[in-house]
């Protein structure tokens, strides 16, 4: 199955490097990018929408604790799982610079609890097997060639009876041509500023530009719906949604009550959240975010080694 290639992890790093330079530290060298009050204030909308949704997964019993954000960036997630779900876990990212600007951010927010942040690649989680009952991403399956070795290693570390959150995700329309490449970056003004007739316009007939391409990170718009449910399939429950651009209408992936949306889905494509369980049943108790930390190499070896990470901690 094909997988990042070294390009592709560099650029990552190199480009998450240069965009926690600039919006902490005032170092321009990105064109078309959020300022730094601009993705402070996307934070704090992204903050608010992890507060409501984990609410709503704790108020069903669903157990947070210990977890693992992968994909974490600037870890604004995690934050609101350690200070306000009262959870305890890891942010994990490929980004360096992004996990220690969390220190940043945590001020700003007046966040006083941090996660332990571990520097390391979605491929490898250097977790125990079956030891973390919940595991969550935003916004980070689409920037692989495809998100199965990824999802492979999600329900390798989760306990049986754990769950898997994702949200933001996209899925392939095959009404989206892509026939030009638009003009402005997505996150540039003038892309911003744009009409609603255009955006839909472009929306179908543009590919997509942005500094994270131009820096050969992956944005892999093509997963689709069948891709998706072949994905989610290891786990036993699924219950994941399909949401339409603009907000026109969701469905529900694997139990829709309307085939046609289903179709349209299908033709307009759009984002995709879910909640999937793995088989069997939780633990009384669970270790602690600490205790079932694994060296990645060991593991591959066949050893059982503990102790890797490269914690900002």
């Known amino acids: 199955m094909i997988t990042q290639t070294q390009n592709n992890k560099m650029g990552e790093i190199e480009f998450r490097k240069k965009l926690a330079r600039q919006q902490v530290e005032g170092i321009m060298s990105l064109d078309d990018e959020f300022s730094s009050d601009e993705i402070e204030m996307i934070l704090g909308d992204r903050m608010r929408t992890t507060f409501e949704q984990m609410t709503l997964h704790k108020n069903r019993g669903i157990v947070l604790s210990p977890y693992i954000e992968i994909g974490a960036e600037r870890g604004q997630r995690s934050l609101v799982m350690e200070n306000d779900i009262g959870a305890e876990g890891a942010a994990i990212d490929i980004s360096y610079d992004m996990l220690k600007s969390c ?8 966040k006083s609890k941090t996660p332990l942040r571990i520097c390391c690649d979605a491929y490898n989680l250097p977790f125990l097997s ?26 390798r570390v989760l306990l049986p009876g754990g769950y898997f959150f994702f949200a933001e995700e996209p899925f392939k329309g095959v009404a989206r041509l892509g026939f030009f490449e638009s003009k402005h970056r997505d996150y540039s003004k003038q892309a911003r500023d ?6 839909m316009i472009e929306f179908f007939l543009c590919k997509k530009r942005c500094n994270e391409i131009e820096h050969d990170i992956i944005e892999n718009d093509a997963i689709t719906i069948g891709m998706w449910k072949r994905l989610l399939s290891p786990f036993e429950t699924k219950d994941v949604t399909l949401e339409l651009p603009n907000r026109l209408f969701t469905t529900n992936l694997f139990e829709p009550k309307s085939y046609v949306k289903i179709l349209l889905a299908c033709l307009l494509g759009g984002n995709i959240k879910g909640l999937c369980q793995k088989a069997g049943m939780l633990p009384d108790s669970v ?10 190499d060991c593991a591959q070896g066949g050893g059982t080694n503990q102790g890797y990470t490269r914690s900002l901690d």
């Not at 220190?103 to 007046?110: L, M």
């Not at 744009?194 to 955006?199: E, I, N, Q």
């Not at 270790?287 to 990645?296: E, G, K, M, R, W």
């Open 130 to 155: 079956n030891s973390i009952p919940f595991v969550f991403c935003y916004e980070t399956l689409h920037h692989f060639p495809h998100p199965r070795p990824v999802v492979n290693e999600i329900f």
């Open 287 to 296: 270790s602690s975010i600490y205790d079932v930390i694994q060296c990645p």
């Open 103 to 110: 220190d940043y951010y945590s001020k700003k927010f007046d």
């Open 194 to 199: 744009r009409g609603t007739v255009r955006k």
